[in-house]
């Protein structure tokens, strides 16, 4: 599931690598510091995700019922989980990638940031 929207993700989203060529406009000492710290957080992270490779676990309902002495609470701590379940299920059967190549309005406002930012 988790690779499914990553890789959606990196369909509609531009290249994680185009970012990291803005360090070359950081001025300053303290700005290129700064910068190269992000990218060393984002490397971080970036190695945890794609270290995850473990199957989703399920919820042993039957151990929690013995610990979870309130019935009520368990009851809905399950209902909670089905319900976003169901709507995790429910976004990851979306086309995300249709959706935003149908997206036509708002495209003025990127366009001009873009003109703005090669002045």
């Given at each position: 599931?988790?690779?499914?929207?990553?890789?959606?993700?990196?369909r509609?989203l531009?290249?994680?690598?185009?970012?990291h060529?803005?360090?070359?406009?950081?001025?300053?000492?303290?700005?290129?510091e700064?910068?190269?710290?992000?990218?060393?957080?984002?490397?971080?992270?970036?190695s945890?995700v794609?270290?995850?490779?473990?199957?989703?676990?399920?919820?042993?309902?039957?151990s929690?019922?013995?610990?979870?002495?309130?019935?009520?609470?368990?009851?809905?701590?399950?209902?909670?989980?089905?319900?976003?379940s169901?709507?995790?299920?429910?976004?990851?059967?979306?086309n995300?990638?249709?959706?935003?190549?149908e997206?036509?309005?708002?495209?003025?406002?990127?366009?001009?940031?873009k003109?703005?930012?090669?002045k």
């Amino acid at each position: 599931m988790a690779k499914m929207m990553r890789r959606s993700i990196r369909r509609a989203l531009p290249g994680r690598d185009r970012w990291h060529a803005l360090q070359e406009y950081a001025t300053g000492e303290a700005n290129v510091e700064e910068f190269r710290l992000l990218r060393a957080r984002d490397s971080a992270v970036s190695s945890v995700v794609a270290t995850q490779s473990a199957p989703t676990k399920t919820i042993d309902w039957a151990s929690w019922e013995s610990k979870i002495s309130n019935k009520e609470t368990l009851q809905c701590l399950k209902d909670f989980h089905s319900q976003q379940s169901a709507l995790l299920d429910a976004v990851l059967k979306e086309n995300h990638l249709g959706a935003v190549r149908e997206q036509k309005a708002g495209w003025e406002l990127f366009e001009e940031a873009k003109t703005s930012c090669t002045k």
